[in-house]
């Protein structure tokens, strides 16, 4: 399919280098697939250096990676006003290059709508893809509402008026674009994050992952100081202790600004040898290591934040038919329903109860995973998401030709 004239995006990114921010990947191949001529400008990083490179049809510039903020004010706004200074040198490139009709800003942060602005005034308008509530992010990292908790919500607030229309990853976050937004029901699609069920089988895995142990328990994610790591090693640590559940393993994928200080946590535990951590992995790499395990975990504790985030680890636990346990929270729930098993808000012992019960009964984790699965296939997959993807585009476009 065509459209003449051409539907020409710009999804700028800032967080994640394009391949590896699966969520934008998924997006940009969709709006390809549907006949958009698309380019993303994203920072460079995790082994992605070229400056551009055409993917699938898909026209990809990076910008030199900025020091990414592990902690405190200044960090962050040097991490986000070096970004920025990225995006005002790379866009006039891209326009003159490719063109484009529609910035899609990606946050966090909540700072794209800067962009959008500029160029609003030459005709472009603004579709926001709403990842992440910036405000609740910040409470759930720093623990406290003062002056720059306020001033999130400015950018939350500026960045949906900029916008001609959002999506958001899940009816929590549609809320949020109509209430603190007060964006028109019409105007916010919900789009949800989940893997493709084409690439995201059950299979055997990389038995070597198992180090042997009985029960395998998985996780994989961010790890940082809002993912809840230091309550799983909590968790492992009563399993272990006083469940006596010792015939197990726990694989541990990803990367993050708190790896270090979890890894000395299991070390002053004594649990080293229950762990293994991979670092990233991608596609094939990925899937070997999650199909090798038995149980996929979620520690997110509760939070202003995690309540209402939907998490991609419980999405691909459940696509790959793995029972899941997880903390008891809105969206998690929403997602996963009777696929996971849910424990008292942020309680280690709780969720350690959870796993023993899910290893004690291997019987009902399986029918557990065979039901997250299927809810998958039957309404969370990425194919259910691209109708209302193409929607939001359709809108942004019918708007644009009324004006």
Known sequence: MSFDPPRRVLIVVENLPVP???????EANALVAAGYEVSILSPMGRGWVTPYELMDGIHIYRYP??????????????EYLLSMWHWFRFAPKIRR???????QGCNPPDLVFVLALWYRLRGVRYMFDHHDVCPELFEAKFGKRGLLHKIMLIWERMTFATASVSIATNESFRAIAQTRGRMPADDVFVVRSAPRIATFVPGPGNQSYRKGAKTVLGYVGVIGQQEGMDLLAAAVDHLVRKLDH?????VVVGFGPQ?????????????????????????????????????????????????????NKVMEYMTLEKPVVQFDLTEGRASAGDASLYA??????????????????PEMARDMGKRGRARVLERLSWDHSVPHLLAAYDRIFAKMARK
């Open 20 to 26: 590896l921010d699966r969520r934008v990947w998924l």
């Open 65 to 78: 990676e900025p020091p990414e903020a592990k902690s405190g004010a200044v960090a962050f706004a040097r």
């Open 97 to 103: 290059e490719r063109g484009f009709d529609v910035i």
């Open 246 to 250: 010792r015939d197990l393993h726990v």
């Open 259 to 311: 790896l270090n200080d979890v890894k000395a946590d299991i070390r002053n535990r004594g649990l080293e040898r229950y762990f293994t951590f991979t670092g990233p992995l991608y596609e094939e790499k990925l899937l070997a290591a999650l199909n090798a395990i038995d149980i996929g975990v979620s520690p997110d504790p509760h939070n202003a934040m995690n309540d209402i985030s939907t998490m």
């Open 344 to 361: 008292r808000a942020n309680d280690p012992i709780e969720f350690a109860n959870a796993i023993a019960q899910l290893i004690e009964n």
